[in-house]
């Protein structure tokens, strides 16, 4: 119950913040995904626009997850195989995530405008 309540809070709080960008925006949104496979993400170096949404996709045996640690700024909250967590990132900037149990599981996200 907690991992949907994580789930639906990240989800209103991306969409709540992609309306006014997606508004602006000419060109349709992208979703990307990150496969969550083998303790790594793949791609674990990704580069995107503004507006733009990346999905996490566990496919691993393990639980994991995809947290900024530096400032919080977002936690997918632990996924499970087969679960999947989708974040819209709505101004230019660049994070660097790991997995919280996991921490040696690291990937980077850059988003331009």
């Known amino acids: 119950m907690t991992l949907f309540t994580r ?3 990240l989800r209103l709080a991306a969409t709540a913040a992609a309306v006014p960008v997606a508004a602006k925006m000419a060109q349709a949104a992208t979703n990307h995904v990150v496969t969550i496979k083998n303790m790594s993400f793949s791609p674990a170096n990704l580069t995107i626009k503004a507006g733009d949404t990346v999905t996490w996709v566990n496919e691993d045996r393990a639980a994991h997850s995809a947290w900024e640690s530096a400032n919080n700024a977002f936690d ?14 709505g101004a230019a900037g660049s994070f660097n995530y790991r997995c919280r ?3 040696n599981m690291r990937g980077s996200i850059t988003i331009t405008s």
């Open 7 to 9: 789930r639906n809070v």
């Open 76 to 89: 997918t909250g632990l996924l499970s195989t087969g679960q999947s967590a989708a974040l819209t990132f």
């Open 101 to 103: 149990p996991h921490g």
